[in-house]
């Protein structure tokens, strides 16, 4: 009683063939409920249902290939997206570089022992540039003052000499005023 008897046996989804074989070939002859219009008119149904599966199967398939299409399109965009952001960022750190150096290497915070750890750079040659100009100024200001110092220590002796010491004062400042401003 396990096993099913043939006329009970299940029919699978695909065929035409109603569920219970007896039970319709029986009723056909009365015109019952499995009589030949309503298994035809079933039959149409089956078939009517397995064209929709077929469509929809169809369009199924269609949508998985646009998909993979659309896809592999999205990809190459992305990676053309991101090439040309890495070659922007490339050309903005060539220009940086350029622009302030390299750095030797990292120290962490608050280290000391290297006052500039950075090498090469437009900036930083300008800056060793203009601190090598402020030295020389310096340097000849120093030299302009202490010519103007000693010409000052020998006028003023002179001058307490012949006791015109005041205008000569006006002078002194003004001198050193044109000094300060080379």
Do not use: F
């Not at 249902?49 to 999205?74: F, I, P």
């Not at 060539?94 to 120290?107: H, S, W």
């Not at 290297?114 to 090498?119: G, I, N, R, T």
Request: some cysteine; charged content about 30%; hydrophobic content about 35%.
């Amino acid at each position: 009683s396990a096993v099913p008897e043939p006329s009970e046996a299940l029919v699978p989804p695909t065929s035409p063939t109603p569920v219970n074989a007896a039970v319709g070939y029986a009723a056909d002859e009365d015109g019952g409920p499995g009589s030949s219009s309503e298994v035809a008119k079933l039959n149409v149904e089956i078939q009517a249902l397995r064209q929709e599966l077929h469509g929809t199967r169809r369009n199924l398939n269609m949508a998985n290939r646009e998909r993979v299409v659309t896809r592999k399109a999205l990809c190459s965009l992305l990676i053309q997206v991101s090439k040309a952001e890495h070659a922007d960022e490339h050309e903005r750190l060539t220009e940086e570089r350029y622009q302030l150096g390299t750095c030797k290497y990292m120290m962490p915070a608050g280290a000391t022992g290297v006052k500039d750890p950075w090498v090469g750079g437009y900036i930083a040659e300008e800056v060793q540039n203009t601190l090598g100009r402020v030295r020389a100024e310096r340097s000849d200001i120093a030299k302009d003052r202490k010519k103007v110092s000693g010409k000052k220590t020998s006028a003023a002796a002179g001058d307490e000499a012949a006791g015109s010491g005041r205008d000569n004062d006006a002078d002194d400042m003004a001198e050193s005023r044109e000094v300060r401003n080379i």
